[in-house]
């Protein structure tokens, strides 16, 4: 909390809103006031004939609004408002015409004000407004979050109209009847952000075949296919313009990006350029590309794995697509669930007990010893468990059928089947499971890919910390609390478990355990819907939501928050914090989150990160082989000796002929990916102005021994490797960190320090009494930090937020960055609902 009321404290004193001069009758026409090159003309978006009219069914509220234009028809009687809001059947106009516009930094806000909300507090709605090419000129606003009291709310409203011009060019390539098509990876809505190093470091901003979007945090030049924002994201530098197409070279995929800005260095080149190398990779799904060198020499070089490199024609072969029947729309997002590939067999399934059951999908089972017509069929008597139907039903954690109108049961009623499908974790067996059975209904679980619309990118926004190696595929994380069980899966849907029933789809389940060890009083914990951010406090956030009804207030839906610190050793587990409002909260203490950490070098052989003490002997790599060699498509050989001892061009770790490809730099620990690499610089002489360089990512791989270099990428002056290895998973820390036992019905909070954070935070304390016997002569200013600085009001009193759901964090950071002249703030766990 300390960390948080100094970054609320300088939120309120230090920011200041840059407004744009408008009038009613201009304002929605705005000049970009950073490049001045173009202007946003956003007037069509009101509606000339009638007012744009949101309804939210959940809130039992309507909205209606025109951004640019007064409404049409009067709020409460009254005409001069943009907003009206209706709740009860009763009107308020919570926006007055005209709006201000906060054009800062790349994001445009219309902030409006209404009529009073309390005594004390006037509404105010904060729409804005998100580039989004594909979201054309007629889309609607979307509710983000407001208060209870629904004095404040905030709204992103995604629109072509927002965005500036762009350069675009074909993302095609065609090659010995081969078909390349690269276009799956353009962004219309956000950008790529690639780190160079950690998180201080600049970072590569870039956009493929298209422009980067120009927005907030990312102005970029019109032009640039990809652009560098220095670390105090105030200075933007073209790193290459969207000019020419792909194309195929020396049988890679590639796409340059060329005439950016003058290079400083002294070389040939007079333009900094931006080379992109794609290498095919069908199991690659929604990855970024990776710099991987050449600042140095104004030639900035990346690499990506993607299945979007690879031909059509062999996307085709790798993925058969089966002609059917059976399907059902998401009515959310128009996604058409196809099961008729499912039609084609037979199924038989055994439950725990034994028990066989025969059935089909959208079909009779062929051969069924059950009455016809039966869609499941208990074999053992030949008892019809319901009729089988076609009728695939639409439910948020996936589609299913419903059979019914079986033979009777005990109780006079008809047996019936409910058979769920659920799109479950990247490589879980493709297979039903027997949920829960008894004499009346039968629940089978079937986890399938046929049904996986989008699984959410379980990583933040820009890529910074990934949590992918957390997901599990074969089993779940299980927490246990006195007679209570929590079943925690990371980004995906849990792993079916038999007599686990909580709503198919769910990413944590809560169960007590019966005297005669079963599982009863299901609570599912929420839906993966949201992937992680960074909090206010700059603690990865991890979030479920939508799950069971919540006991103390029925109105709401139970959430699961985790928090993953930097503080572990290795990829840890979740631990029960606690429960309030609604939400459960977990911490994870887990070396992932730590991104990359630099390391050291111990002769003869040995690496050791800074930070966790993470410890690896590299000299098992050449236990039964003192030096590999790989070769290239050209036959080049390289020899490759980490830990030196042999007498190759002059020493260096990495040669090829006589050319030493540089000495020990930095050794980096990336916990996100999982991977440690070795940099070497400073080799021999490659040309006029360039030595050779190298790299070697270790990659853990328990199950492939000691394994062998591969070459991944290489350039004129550059080669890099990668190794998959089991001995990089051995890394130990020399030092214990101590552990606490949780407690359930307390939160267990640390707060010790480094003496160099107690300097630190003396330092800064001082900085901050100055600034606050500057800033608190003003009275106005001193009421500004009361409400800023008691981040507990919002728990007790009506200013608790309540969220809605949005598609990425990008609105997210959009919104949080408010306007600080109305000191809109929560705590820190508040903040985590956004």
């Not at 032009?223 to 560098?228: I, K, N, T, V």
């Not at 572990?568 to 730590?594: L, Q, R």
Request: glycine share 6%.
């Amino acid at each position: 909390m300390y960390k948080l009321n100094i970054l609320l404290f300088f939120y309120c004193f230090a920011t200041a809103a840059v407004f744009a001069q408008s009038t009613p009758d201009n304002f929605c026409i705005i000049l970009e006031p950073v490049l001045r090159t173009f202007s946003y003309n956003l007037t069509s978006l009101s509606n000339p004939e009638k007012d744009v009219t949101l309804h939210y069914e959940y809130l039992n509220e309507t909205i209606r609004l025109q951004l640019c234009t007064s409404l049409k028809q009067k709020c409460n009687g009254k005409y001069g408002y943009s907003i009206c809001l209706t709740r009860n059947n009763e009107e308020k106009g919570i926006g007055k015409m005209p709006p201000k516009v906060d054009i800062e930094n790349g994001r445009i806000m219309f902030v409006f004000t209404g009529d009073d909300c309390t005594s004390e507090t006037k509404y105010n709605v904060n729409i804005v407004m998100k580039c989004d090419y594909e979201a054309g000129n007629n889309s609607f606003p979307e509710l983000f979050y407001h208060t209870l009291t629904q004095c404040n709310l905030y709204m992103v409203w995604k629109t072509a109209l927002a965005c500036g011009p762009r350069i675009t060019q074909s993302c095609t390539v065609t090659d010995n009847g081969l078909h390349y098509d690269l276009s799956p990876l353009t962004r219309y809505s956000q950008n790529y952000v690639i780190h160079m190093g950690n998180k201080t470091s600049p970072k590569i901003i870039l956009n493929v075949c298209h422009s980067v979007i120009f927005e907030y945090n990312a102005l970029c030049q019109m032009h640039s296919g990809a652009c560098l924002q220095d670390a105090s994201k105030s200075k933007y530098v073209n790193l290459g313009e969207v000019q020419h197409p792909p194309f195929l070279e020396d049988g890679k995929l590639k796409l340059v990006y060329q005439e950016g800005d003058m290079c400083k260095m002294n070389i040939t080149e007079p333009h900094i350029k931006t080379t992109i190398s794609f290498i095919c990779d069908f199991e690659a799904m929604e990855t970024i590309p990776e710099y991987v060198g050449g600042n140095e020499e104004c030639h900035y070089q990346l690499i990506w794995k993607t299945a979007a490199a690879c031909s059509v024609e062999s996307l085709r072969n790798h993925s058969a697509i089966t002609a059917g029947k059976c399907t059902v729309n998401n009515p959310l997002t128009n996604f058409t669930y196809d099961l008729r590939p499912l039609m084609n067999n037979d199924s038989y399934i055994n439950a725990q007990n034994g028990i066989k059951y025969q059935f089909g999908v959208c079909k009779s089972p062929k051969n069924s010893s059950c009455v016809s017509g039966t869609g499941a069929c208990l074999t053992k008597n030949s008892t019809s468990m319901g009729r089988a139907n076609t009728n695939l039903m639409w439910e948020e954690g996936g589609p299913y059928l419903n059979y019914t109108n079986g033979d009777l049961c005990e109780n006079g009623q008809r047996r019936y089947t409910v058979i769920a499908f659920l799109c479950g974790a990247e490589g879980s067996p493709n297979e039903p499971l027997v949920m829960e059975q008894n004499s009346c209904q039968l629940i089978i679980h079937w986890n399938t890919n046929l049904v996986c619309e989008k699984r959410i990118k379980c990583a933040t926004d820009d890529d910074e910390i990934n949590l992918s190696s957390l997901i599990r595929s074969t089993n779940n994380y299980i927490v246990k609390v006195n007679k209570t069980e929590f079943h925690i899966n990371i980004c995906r849907p849990l792993v079916p478990v038999p007599g686990l029933t909580c709503a198919h789809g769910s990413a944590g389940c809560k169960a007590s355990i019966s005297p005669t060890n079963e599982y009863v009083n299901e609570v599912s914990l929420g839906f993966p819907k949201e992937s992680p951010i960074i909090n206010s406090d700059h603690e990865t956030v991890l979030r479920y939501i939508g799950g069971s009804p919540c006991p103390e207030n029925l109105d709401k839906l139970i959430s699961t928050n985790f928090t993953f610190p930097c503080r572990s050793n290795d990829k840890g587990s979740p631990e029960f914090k606690g429960y309030k409002d609604c939400t459960y909260m977990f911490e994870w203490k887990t070396s992932i989150t730590c991104g990359a950490v630099m390391g050291n070098w111990t002769p003869p052989c040995i690496i050791k990160d800074q930070l966790l003490s993470h410890e690896c002997n590299l000299s098992l790599l050449h236990k039964n082989q003192p030096v590999y060699y790989v070769k290239n498509k050209q036959g080049k050989t390289y020899s490759i000796c980490i830990c030196g001892g042999i007498k190759l061009c002059n020493n260096s770790a990495i040669c090829q002929g006589n050319n030493g490809y540089g000495s020990l730099t930095n050794v980096i620990f990336d916990y996100g990916r999982n991977i440690i690499k070795l940099h070497y610089s400073n080799g021999g002489k490659c040309n006029v102005n360039s030595s050779y360089t190298s790299d070697v990512r270790f990659i853990c791989n328990e199950s492939i021994g000691i394994g062998e270099p591969k070459l991944l990428w290489e350039s004129q002056c550059n080669a890099e490797f990668e190794w998959h290895t089991n001995v990089t998973c051995t890394c130990q820390s020399n030092s214990q960190q101590p552990t606490a036992s949780t407690n359930v019905h307390e939160i267990v909070q640390d707060f010790s320090a480094s003496h160099t954070g107690t300097v630190a935070g003396i330092v800064l304390s001082v900085i901050v009494l100055v600034a606050a016997f500057l800033y608190f002569k003003d009275p106005d200013k001193r009421a500004c930090f009361r409400s800023c600085f008691n981040p507990f009001s919002s728990r007790r009193g009506s200013g608790r937020v309540q969220y809605c759901r949005v598609d990425t964090t990008e609105e997210a950071r959009l919104l949080l960055d408010v306007d600080p002249t109305q000191c809109q703030t929560d705590s820190d766990d508040d903040m985590l609902n956004a």
